[in-house]
């Protein structure tokens, strides 16, 4: 829960910080000298940093006791599927694979050019850094969860920085661009970026619009939810870049979405973030000012909740338009489809000794999000995903999982509006081995908002 506050308190700024931007979108990207070898020695030090942790920090470190002869073990024996918690697996380990990407990242070298450093990073750590053998799961949650995590966090960080601020909002943003990207922060340090102070912003700016939201107390129905009810909750929802804008040359992430929710004891939502970031796209314009972006997406989905969890490294086609309706309204949709690369589900009938209570599979992913908006009348957000996972390691069957989210917001003044959010999700199981799994949930809240 501590990480999550943190995270918050990160977004709040960058938001307050963006909100103060003068200058949100540079002519052109900045291009910053290529370090291959500060890019390995940070990636390294990366995990000899979090290793030391955890073997000098922890009580239950045997797993941390390396020695040659631990490497060997692990060389010999290969890989296998690991029986760590859902938390460690599909969030902290995409945490760590984002300081390997960034380490690349912020030393000049492109998306494509910083991936294979959060291989290279993921399997260093899986072979030399643990007694425990090297894992499947680890080496495609770290390597493409932390590819996801590691652009995100660059470009909001890129966002925040500005190489003409002075004083106290210099001192700001320094900090919050540290805290988003904390190898960059180390970067920026080495080479004196952080002191310096230039006529040009430097960095790469786009306009990330959205919104805050408090969430009220609601009420909780569906399986295991008797005598329940939702907690308080946090939540951001924002897009970056302009998908409709002419671009001659569309970039990974140049466009991406980010949701985020949080709370203390929400039955439903615990803790949720899911993403998609533009890879390879094409811009269509079509009559009636209609705006078409055919893209290949990648998707970074973790929902832990207490009753459910869900996780998934996802490669989906989207088809993200603009329909402009008359008298003020639009509709933006995008539906996708593609495959889980490696996926995760909870389920009754698998255990382990450090926590694991879910499967691992792969299979296939759907998504339809919509926006109906006018600026006197609000916003319509809904939000409907699904998974479908084959299990690949665990209790033998498919699981098909929907989660659906719409919410509907006004303004009141200014920035702030009020709103109301109705959820529901639905589990359909089916074991070779095991009796059959159906639950469902379904909630109602309302929300405090500000949108920038």
């Known amino acids: 829960m501590k990480k999550i506050l943190l995270f918050i308190l990160i977004f709040l700024m960058t938001v307050e910080l963006s909100l103060a931007q003068d200058n949100p979108e540079e002519p052109s990207d900045p291009v910053a000298p290529k370090r291959i070898d500060l890019a390995i020695a940070e990636v390294m030090a990366s995990n000899f940093v979090a290793w030391a942790g955890a073997r000098y920090l922890r009580e239950d470190n045997y797993s941390f006791l390396i ?21 460690t697996n599909f969030l902290n380990h995409p945490y760590q694979g984002s300081t390997y990407f960034n380490a690349a990242r912020t030393n000049g070298m492109s998306f494509w050019e910083s991936t294979p450093f959060t291989f290279a990073g993921s399997y260093m750590w899986e072979v030399f850094m643990e007694r425990e053998y090297p894992a499947y799961n680890d080496l495609v949650t ?38 988003l990207n904390p190898v960059g922060g180390v ?14 912003v430097n960095h790469i700016r786009r306009p990330f619009n959205g919104y805050i939201a408090v969430g009220g107390r609601g009420n909780l129905e ?11 909750s946090f939540q951001l929802t924002g897009h970056y870049g302009k998908p ?21 004891r929400d039955t439903l939502r615990s803790t949720v973030i899911t993403a998609w970031g533009t890879l390879f796209g094409k811009q269509y314009d079509r009559e009636n ?44 949709t995008n539906p996708a489809l593609g495959f889980i690369a490696l996926g995760a589900g909870n389920n009754e009938y698998v255990t382990s000794y450090q926590g694991r209570n879910y499967n691992f599979g792969w299979g296939a992913r759907g998504k339809f999000e919509f926006l109906v908006e006018h600026q006197k009348f609000g916003r319509i957000l809904g939000d409907y995903n699904y998974f479908s996972l084959y299990t690949r390691e665990g209790a033998p069957g498919v699981d098909r999982l929907h989660v659906f989210d719409v919410n509907y917001m ?42 920038f």
């Open 244 to 264: 409709f804008e002419p671009k001659s040359k569309i970039k990974p992430y140049d466009f991406f979405a980010f949701r985020l929710w949080t709370s203390k």
């Open 410 to 451: 006004i303004k009141i003044w200014r920035q702030l509006g009020i709103g109301v959010e109705y959820f529901y999700y639905y589990r359909n199981a089916h074991y070779k081995n095991d009796p059959d799994v159906r639950k469902h949930l379904k909630g109602l809240r309302g929300l405090f908002s500000l949108e």
């Open 222 to 232: 569906g399986s295991d939810a008797e005598d329940s009810r939702l907690s308080p």
């Open 289 to 332: 000012g209609q705006k078409h972006l055919l893209s290949i997406s990648q998707n970074y989905d973790y929902y832990n909740a207490q009753i459910f969890t869900i996780g998934a490294m996802a490669f989906t086609t989207n088809l993200l338009s603009n329909w402009p309706l008359g008298k003020g309204f639009r509709l933006i």
């Open 187 to 200: 970067n920026r340090i080495i080479k004196g970026d952080m002191f310096t102070t230039r006529s040009s």
């Open 67 to 87: 020695s040659w002869q631990s490497v060997e073990d692990n060389l010999r024996h290969g890989l296998e599927w690991d029986p760590n918690n859902f938390g």
């Open 142 to 179: 770290t390597t493409w969860g932390g590819v996801a995590l590691g652009e995100i966090l660059f470009r909001f960080s890129e966002n925040v920085l500005d190489d003409r601020a002075r004083g106290g909002s210099r001192v700001w943003r320094e900090t919050a661009g540290f805290l």
